[in-house]
């Protein structure tokens, strides 16, 4: 391998742009090719990158059928489109640095595991949460029995109302038969990071949650379609032009939300973009279907319990997190762990060093340039252990996720007997 891990970015949108300039601000990695269909977004990638003609392609299955240009490949494609290229680098020799959920179905997630294991190839699934200062700080703290056994968890993900708009209701994420359920989409990081905190395998899942909100049935009197028609523009809490407006100037919200309105952020860029694209349009059309609330409720062996609440209906803001042991409980705000111990009657405030927001803009708070380091770090020395969101473990999140849409559905609850085995109890 040369000196710097060599990159082929599968997909130049929001994620995959992210993952590329963290990785190249490491002096570790390069980009070398480019796969986007998009002229656009293709064109200013191969741009920043300086790549050349022949690195740089409208289809991945151009690139796969290619001499490996890279060590890795980053998958960063729509959801219900990983399957296909994830399998095919893996069979031509590239590690892979999948962003979640690896596929909305079993099936699909399984074939691209295998291939990366069939391949002797290295997958790290962007589980991004794993991999924070915050996270990392909490499980040394759980792990150390600090506050003993753990017996039951209380977490919440605020996912914001501008945020659940954009992404979910006028976004890619609007329709599960275009993507995946809000839970598979979102959540899937919350399931797998309570299991990696709690350390212990899921016995029985249940779940109650819908869309109870965007939609048809709650437009105001006097809506129009689009939001710069509406006489409602200036009044309504989900208006696009108020919701995008404030980003323009702000290069943290021109990276991101602006940038998935148009490549070339400008304010007459956006004005158009909000006038023709779905990002303009009114949030109670009934465009989408997704669940805008949902609680799934996870029973672990040895009876440990935990509560999860994903909602639109917050600020966007960090992961909220109670943990109840034998000895003490700590109360967690993606920032700061404050640790109460029952035998002295103590309370200790611990600062991580969880930098910045807890947007995609800034980076997950750090825990996207965690990550990052991570994986090339693993890809560089071959070390699988540097890998903590491995295909396996993936899996077994995204059963979670199947189990409790299962027994939202159905009214049930969900027993896992095994991975890739539910049964109805």
Known sequence: MSELVRLAVI????????????????GRAEVVAVVEPD??????????????????????????????????????T??????????AF????????????????????????????????????????????????????????RIGEIVSVEHLEPIGWWHFA????????????ESSSMLMAKSSHDLDWLSHIIGRPVRRVSSFGSLSFFTPANMPTGAADRCVDCALVNSCAYSAP??????????????????????????????????????GECVFNG??????????NLEYTGGVTASFTVTAFTDLDFRKTRIFGTLGSIDGDGRRLVVHEFTTNTRETMETSTLDGASAADGHGGADASLIDAFLDAVRTGDRALI????????HSHELVWAAEQARNTSTVVELQSIGALAVG
Request: charged share 25%.
């Open 287 to 296: 465009r989408n279907d997704v669940a805008d609330h949902q609680v799934v």
């Open 90 to 145: 893996a069979e031509a020799g590239y590690h892979l640095l999948l962003e979640k959920p690896m596929a909305p179905t079993r099936e699909d997630s399984l074939r691209i595991v295998e291939a990366a294991e069939r391949n002797n190839v290295l997958l790290m699934v962007c589980h991004v949460m794993r991999y924070s200062a915050y996270s990392r700080a909490l499980k040394a703290l759980l792990d150390s029995g």
């Open 166 to 177: 954009h992404s979910y209701v006028r976004g890619n994420w609007a329709r599960e038969a």
């Open 39 to 76: 002229p656009e977004r293709r064109a200013a990638f191969a741009e920043e990158y300086a790549l050349p003609g022949d690195a740089v392609f409208s289809d991945w299955g151009e690139l796969a059928a290619t001499s490996p240009l890279a060590d890795a490949a980053v998958i960063a």
């Open 242 to 279: 108020t919701i995008y407006g404030r980003f323009l100037g702000d290069p943290v919200g021109e990276r991101w939300p602006l940038a998935v309105l148009t490549p070339q952020v400008t304010a007459e860029r956006v004005d158009e973009a909000l006038r023709t694209g779905p990002y």
């Open 388 to 395: 903590e969101s491995g295909g396996r473990d993936s899996l």
């Open 11 to 26: 997909g130049a949108g929001s994620r995959g742009t992210n993952y590329a300039r963290l990785a190249v601000a490491t």
């Open 78 to 87: 729509p959801d219900r489109l990983h399957v296909g290229p994830a399998v």
